[in-house]
């Protein structure tokens, strides 16, 4: 990375910083894993010293915890006020490819940070576990919106359907990263995004 810009501002320098760190921590959750990082390859990979990452977060573990707060939990949309059910369902597809679009290496990171929680003894677990509960209920809370509101079949089964979509959403990140060259993160998202309106929304 290019030396920090000069003549900023502290505040500006500490932004700048703090955000670098952040770019490079998830450079390097990807490429190695947050386990096998350390905090010196993060500084390093900032263009700082070792020091800079204590100064800025005072440990490798609080980096991590400023990803999940900082990007990770974009995946996790809020409804939007005036959305139907069906809609606050899907957001949670659509924040997907908005992130992509914009940074797929950041996207790629989210994912691979996720899936490093399957380790019983990662730092990642307990945040991902939080975060996963979260979206869970956002979308189980949209679809009993739907159902009130119409947008979403009256009969389906709400634990089913639940499972059903959060299942899908990990199922297509797990193969864009394992697979990328066979996968189009983009398009695997809008096939089944479309099967989700034909399986869940009202019939025409």
Known sequence: ???????????ERVEMSAQRLL????ELIVEKGWEATTAAEIGRRAGYSRAMVHARYGSKDAILT??????????NPDPE???DGLAQVLAHFERIQEIHAVDPALMRAMFVSAFE???TVSPLREAVRTQLREAAGKIEAGLRT???????????DIDSAREDITASVFGIAYQWI?????????AEINRVRAR????YAPAP
């Open 66 to 75: 400023a990803f999940q707060q900082t990007y990770v939990a974009r995946l």
């Open 117 to 119: 929680a399957v380790k």
């Open 178 to 186: 394992v697979v990328p060259e066979d996968h189009d993160l983009d």
């Open 196 to 199: 989700l309106i034909s399986s």
């Open 1 to 11: 990375m290019p030396s920090p810009a000069q003549g900023l501002t502290q505040p």
């Open 81 to 83: 006020p005036d959305a």
């Open 23 to 26: 770019i490079a921590a998830a």
């Open 146 to 156: 739907g159902i009130d509101d119409g947008s979403i079949r009256p009969d389906i």
